[in-house]
């Protein structure tokens, strides 16, 4: 019996059956779990909205933090998961917002049709994160 034939719980059982070193153990828990990870990679587990969220905006912070252009910045690929994600991610986005301003004032509009800020404010991240921190309340939104 191979194996590559026998799933994960069973495999150790028959390993240690058959008699293993503590070396070949540690590999073999090792191999176990990359067939873990193979069968059920994390970007098929599931994930609820919030954990998603910090995982994109996590992962789209560490790659952009060195970007000037913030048209590079929001065409990222995270940014963009982001914006897919709908209206099921506004409370978080204007949660980060608050908590942590950053440019996420294009995914906003993207998802929500609305600009509450003022033209003479663009360019200014304290003036816009206070816009859409206020529209959200005047939409009733909680985060």
Do not use: C, N
């Not at 910090?54 to 998961?81: D, G, K, N």
């Not at 294009?106 to 200014?124: H, N, Q, S, Y």
């Amino acid at each position: 019996m191979s194996m590559a034939t026998i799933r994960s719980p069973q495999a150790l059982q028959y390993l240690s059956v058959v008699g293993m070193s503590r070396d070949s153990h540690v590999v073999t828990e090792q191999w176990l779990k990359s067939e873990e990870h193979y069968w059920l990679p994390i970007t098929r587990r599931p994930q609820g909205d919030a954990e998603k969220f910090q995982s994109l905006a996590e992962t789209w912070r560490r790659e952009v933090q060195f970007l000037s252009s913030i048209t590079e910045m929001v065409l990222h690929p995270a940014y963009q998961r982001i914006i897919g994600m709908g209206a099921a991610v506004v409370t978080h986005l204007l949660r980060e917002l608050e908590r942590r301003p950053d440019h996420w004032f294009w995914a906003l509009t993207a998802i929500t049709g609305a600009d509450p800020v003022k033209p003479e404010d663009r360019g200014k991240l304290k003036k816009m994160t206070d816009a859409w921190l206020r529209w959200g309340k005047e939409q009733g939104l909680t985060w």
